[in-house]
């Protein structure tokens, strides 16, 4: 089988971001943005999708964190359509209901090639310590629209900021592990009538 691993820097005169991902990993992460809220998340989405990711990220945090957190999620993006492929012998499609103590959100996803994402996940608060919550949708935001992905985001219920955003990512990463492995009864196929997943 082919190996799904690959490299992608990216530079501007706001952000320079190097991502490495392997799609058949283990769940290791070495990340360093300099936003260390993002870290933590990025953490969880790396062990919960079993994809081992490298990202440095060095970006104009004296304005805010908004371009480093956009572009890590353009990068990140841009990495798992490079690893992907043809998207041939994939899973396609997951979904799941994640709880995490109060809270409950749900993940849906297609590996279509199309981008699109449905986000209705409700803050309560414009910062989780020093980090904008709305930067989260921003996220996922630029991550679906790099990769070619569906994805449906919905925070059912949940009080805690913190634990929203964080079930956000593991719901995404669980989706992501399940609509990214290799399926064994048709390794080879493209999972689509079309014969194509590229848009």
């Not at 809220?37 to 081992?52: A, E, G, N």
């Amino acid at each position: 089988m082919a190996a799904r691993s690959v490299e992608v820097t990216r530079s501007t005169k706001e952000t320079s971001i190097a991502v490495s991902v392997d799609l058949d990993g283990t769940g290791r992460s070495e990340i360093a943005t300099g936003v260390g809220f993002f870290d933590h998340m990025l953490d969880q989405l790396s062990r919960h999708s079993l994809i081992d990711m490298k990202i440095h990220a060095e970006g104009d945090l004296h304005i805010d964190d908004h371009h480093t957190v956009e572009d890590t999620g353009i990068a990140i993006g841009q990495a798992l359509a490079k690893a992907m492929g043809e998207r041939r012998g994939i899973m396609r499609y997951a979904s799941i209901d994640l709880a995490m103590d109060e809270t409950l959100t749900r993940a849906a996803i297609d590996v279509s090639g199309r981008p699109y994402l449905v986000w209705d996940v409700p803050f309560t608060a414009p910062k989780i310590g020093t980090f904008d919550t709305e930067l989260v949708r921003e996220f996922f935001h630029a991550l679906a629209h790099n990769a070619g992905i569906t994805l449906h985001v919905t925070n059912i219920y949940g009080g805690n900021n913190h634990h929203i955003s964080e079930t956000c990512f593991k719901a995404v990463a669980r989706v992501l592990r399940t609509a990214l492995e290799r399926d064994p009864r048709q390794p080879d196929a493209v999972p689509s009538t079309k014969g194509s997943l590229k848009g």
